[in-house]
């Protein structure tokens, strides 16, 4: 990627006056879309642009007239929560046509729109290039037919394009999410747990059919490479026992391997079965398999109850989840950025999500990348479309066969090794889906694993045994811990956790956990030169719905507790329709990290977050009081308000209630809510699932690499380790390396990512504030290695 600049500059800078954006949703709809519009819009109006609305896609544009309409602040009000696209879409062969496209640019320039805004899958942002590419020729032609004068043509001379990919496919190269994939995610996972208890009831086997575009290529089985493949994803989130994909096609006898495994599952009391297929699943002959082949083949081979649900297009529908209101407000913000900061010579882009960061990519080249893959894939080349994606699928594929295909004893590798899993601090949702992986993993690995009940609490008390293969069965979707979880720290019991480690020959620790667990694993490593039995490889895996641990931007659970935020506040929000305005009041979990808050904010669209990070007086709280008193008085009809639960011992959640509901008399009224421990509840959201899987799975690898290692040089000093990811990648860090990057009085980091995100939350509530450009104003080129071919 290109160097980016140093210097910083914000977009006060960046004046939009003069200038018309418009934006439009084009192709299928998915979720998140509508939180993509109102960003574009806000960020537009914020900076002095005119913003239009382009209803119903590019056939909108080929129409004219009222299809195309400016946007106020106001109308892009409650809409952040809407699932679809209100402004609409609609596939548009008119605009494939060089008339259809003239028709458009005469509509465009009447209202001196030279700045475009498309969100869209790949064929509508390559048709978006396209118009940008014809447009002087364009203006030429309309000059020439008399239907807009030299000057229109001179002032509109430029077209300016920008895409944002909407699609719950995830197909598109150069992105590692794409807006409306991991909502199309939330409603395969809930399908599945809802079949799952129906399933156990009457011992059954269900045969799940997911949507997919082109040889399965689409919505919920296509697959990123980079971050999610939703078909591997959703099998891994909910512990399925097969599943079927276009881009793997299954080896001959698969039929016969498939029902054995079934049939083992039984044997081992195993009360349902879990076959995922896509569609256009294929066999090595490319042949099709259908939903109705895998039923009567299990029937016929096993007997077994079996029934089939095709999920079809449920995906696309319901209300966003948190991660793609977050990722869709991001983007569009970008996107404005990027149209401010275009020139004549400026390719067009496309705004892309790079780890935590929301980049520029020139459009074609991430285009012809996706084309590159499809080719592919149309070829029946998959080897190929392995290659040009990356590794990823590779290791996603590889995690999913390491949890679901048990091998033989006799297959295992020799090893002598014991391995103890333990969860300590609060319970946080991913916890189980872990701790499953990492038992699978180490057995697979020739392990044998011991899980510790109750933390070190536990550890101490010799509550530790070992745990099987099937023990672990139907844990992926479990919320809190099943192992049992304490905040106690081993300082205390250092002599009896010794001894205990002793008595079951423990020569590795997982510990799954929050800032309890990182002290803890720091005291155990800090005790080595006294105990000797705590020389031994140590990882520390973060999970913790505070998302605080140092060493890693993200932990298990957070994500779960920010729908459940964002669900809340949502049906809070709801709870006010058809009334008076109304505030909300609503007070997070998180101690003194404002992650929960600040983050929930901008997926929930509040107005005001007080978090401990960002120091606030009276003043402040004046002013977010007249502040929201103003807008109500232009038409909002609700507002929300979240306070971290630690963020000021003397401006309480109370003290804020009645501050706002006094000072709001006559304008609006006030309601309060405490979430509380809801927020580390309910089963946990399919990223948390896959997140705690794989960075579980990595973990144990890590420890099996380290112990072989230390058979061979004896007991080890320096592998207590945290393993986190940093952007996008997973790192492991010794924790003692982690002492100066950390606050143990308030238990956060002293540098938090998200805290950038701030801004983007303050400006789409009509705040006056500085946005830091630095780290997007700079288009990046996409820079991928390509294996060579192999003979």
Not at 303 to 316: A, E, N, P, S, Y
Not at 556 to 581: E, F, P, V, W
Request: net charge neutral; proline share 3%; glycine share 10%.
């Amino acid at each position: 990627m290109a160097k980016r600049q140093d210097t910083k500059k914000f977009f006060e800078n960046l004046s939009g006056a003069g200038k018309s954006i418009g934006v439009l949703t084009s192709g299928g709809d998915a979720q998140g879309m509508n939180a993509a519009v109102r960003a574009v819009v806000r960020m537009g109006i914020y900076v002095g642009a005119k913003v239009y609305f382009v209803h119903e896609g590019y056939q909108g544009m080929v129409d004219g007239g009222d299809n195309i309409e400016e946007a106020s602040w106001e109308s892009v009000s409650s809409m952040l929560q809407v699932g679809g696209t209100v402004i609409g879409s609609a596939r548009c062969k008119e605009f494939r046509s060089h008339e259809g496209r003239l028709k458009a640019a005469h509509h465009l320039v009447q209202r001196d729109i030279t700045n475009l805004c498309v969100i869209g899958g790949d064929g509508s942002l390559t048709g978006a290039n396209l118009f940008r590419e014809e447009w002087s020729g364009l203006l030429e032609e309309l000059v020439q037919q008399g239907l807009i004068d030299e000057k229109a043509a001179q002032n509109n001379s430029e077209l300016h394009i920008v895409g944002m990919v909407g699609s719950i496919d995830n197909d598109f190269c150069g992105t590692d999410m794409t807006i409306g994939t991991d909502s199309a995610l939330h409603r395969i996972i809930e399908v599945v747990d809802a079949i799952m208890t129906t399933a156990q009831s009457h011992q059954r086997t269900f045969v799940l059919e997911v949507m997919g575009r082109h040889c399965g290529y689409g919505m919920a089985f296509h697959f990123c490479f980079h971050f999610l493949y939703l078909a591997l994803v959703s099998a891994l989130a909910c512990g399925a026992d097969w599943v079927l994909i276009p881009e793997m096609p299954p080896e001959d006898g698969w039929e016969e391997q498939m029902c054995q495994k079934l049939s083992e599952n039984r044997a081992d009391k195993k009360r349902l079965n879990i076959i995922i297929v896509a569609e256009g699943a294929i066999d090595s002959h490319n042949k099709p398999i259908t939903t109705d082949h895998i039923k009567e083949l299990v029937v016929s081979c096993l007997g077994f109850d079996t029934r089939v649900t095709i999920l079809g297009h449920v995906q696309r529908g319901g209300t966003p989840s948190a991660f793609d209101r977050i990722l869709a407000s991001r983007m569009g913000v970008e996107a404005v950025l990027a149209l401010l900061e275009a020139s004549a010579s400026t390719p067009a882009c496309v705004v892309s999500l790079c780890g935590n960061q929301a980049v520029r990519l020139p459009l074609m080249e991430c285009v012809q990348m996706t084309q590159d893959v499809q080719k592919a894939m149309d070829e029946k080349n998959f080897e190929e479309a392995v290659r040009l994606r990356g590794r990823s699928f590779e290791n996603n594929l590889n995690t999913y066969k390491l949890l679901s295909y048990r091998k033989a004893d006799s297959e295992l590798p020799n090893s002598s090794f014991n391995v103890a899993v333990l969860n300590v601090g609060a319970p946080a949702a991913g916890m189980n889906a872990a701790v499953r992986s990492a038992v699978r993993v180490g057995i697979t690995e020739g392990h044998k694993m011991f899980a510790v009940n109750d933390g070190f609490e536990g550890f101490y008390k010799g509550q530790i045994k070992e745990i099987k293969w099937g023990d672990v069965g139907g844990w992926t979707g479990q919320g809190g811990s099943i192992l049992g979880t304490k905040r106690t720290l081993p300082a205390k019991h250092l002599d009896k956790i010794a001894e205990q480690i002793r008595i079951h020959n423990i020569n590795a620790l997982l510990v799954i956990g929050g800032f309890e667990a990182f002290l803890g694993v720091m005291e155990l490593s800090a005790a080595r030169e006294k105990y000797n039995e705590f020389c031994v490889p140590m990882v520390m895996v973060p999970a913790t719905v505070s998302n605080n641990i140092p060493g890693s931007d993200l932990s298990i659970g957070a994500d779960t507790a920010l729908n459940a935020i964002t669900d809340t506040c949502d049906r809070i929000k709801q709870s006010a329709s058809g009334t008076k305005r109304r505030v909300f009041i609503i007070e997070t979990m998180g101690g003194y990290c404002g992650y929960l808050a600040s983050v929930g904010g901008l997926a929930a669209g509040a107005d005001a977050v007080y978090i401990y990070e960002e120091p606030f007086d009276i003043r402040d709280l004046q002013s977010n009081v007249e502040h929201l008193t103003e807008k109500m008085k232009t038409g909002i009809q609700r507002g929300l308000v979240l306070r971290n639960e630690n963020s000021n011992e003397n401006f309480t959640t109370d003290f804020i209630y009645q501050l706002y509901s006094e000072e709001g008399k006559g304008v609006f009224d006030c309601r309060k809510n405490v979430l509380g421990h809801m927020q580390q509840g309910g089963a946990p959201s399919p990223f948390d699932r896959n997140f705690g899987t794989k960075i579980a799975a990595k973990a144990i690898q890590w420890i099996s690499r380290k112990l072989k290692e230390s058979y061979k040089e004896g007991r080890v000093h320096d592998t207590a380790c945290l393993l986190g990811m940093r952007r996008r990648a997973m790192v492991f860090q010794p924790v003692v390396q982690l002492k100066d990057q950390t606050d143990f009085v308030h238990r956060i980091p002293k540098e938090q990512w998200w805290l950038k995100l701030r801004p983007l939350m303050k400006i789409l509530a009509k705040y006056k504030t500085s946005y830091d450009v630095s780290d997007s104003g700079q288009l990046e080129h996409v820079t991928r290695v390509r294996p060579k071919k192999v003979d």
